[in-house]
């Protein structure tokens, strides 16, 4: 592929990605205050944006059919953000006395820890031709702390109590 086919991929693929998130946090926002029809729309075009961005990513060539290869950009995607990214946000934001964007960053710093090992175990799983063994995995909605099995009473990172974990199970 030519360098600046490439790079407008990899801009469109950004930008469809934030699209979709945002959507979707609209559509949390619009449902909350009962405009389920408006959310019902930011979700439906949400949609619309992964399947943009899932096109895109698929020309730049990086879905792989090796599971394992698919996994292990998780644990570079997660090892760069504990290692890198969120150490210098997360340090900025207390230089500039910033404490929403403070914990925000903390938050995140935290739950991208726990991710990365969850990664590592499953590219071994899948390495050896096994599926992930978690059943269910829950995830505090106030920071993002990940928990296999059962939530703690109360959120380790940010104090939420365990009635507000979401799960997400098979």
């Not at 698919?70 to 504990?82: H, L, P, R, S």
């Not at 404490?99 to 969850?118: L, Q």
Request: glycine share 6%; proline share 4%.
């Amino acid at each position: 592929m030519r360098e600046m086919t490439k790079k407008f991929l990899e801009d469109a693929f950004a930008g469809e990605s934030m699209a979709h998130m945002k959507y979707l946090i609209f559509a949390d926002e619009a449902e909350q205050r009962g405009l389920k029809k408006l959310a019902n729309l930011f979700r439906a075009i949400a949609y619309a944006e992964y399947v943009h961005a899932r096109n895109h990513y698929r020309e730049l060539g990086k879905i792989y059919k090796e599971m394992a290869e698919n996994v292990q950009q998780c644990i570079d995607g997660e090892t760069f953000e504990i290692d890198e990214m969120y150490p210098v946000y997360n340090t900025v934001a207390q230089f500039q006395e910033e404490k929403g964007a403070e914990r925000s960053t903390k938050f995140a710093w935290e739950a991208e820890k726990i991710h990365a090992e969850m990664y590592k175990k499953a590219k071994e799983l899948v390495e050896k031709g096994e599926d992930y063994t978690a059943e269910k995995i829950y995830i505090c909605p106030v920071c993002g702390h990940t928990v296999e099995g059962e939530p703690p009473e109360k959120c380790p990172v940010c104090g939420a109590p365990k009635s507000a974990y979401r799960e997400f199970s098979i």
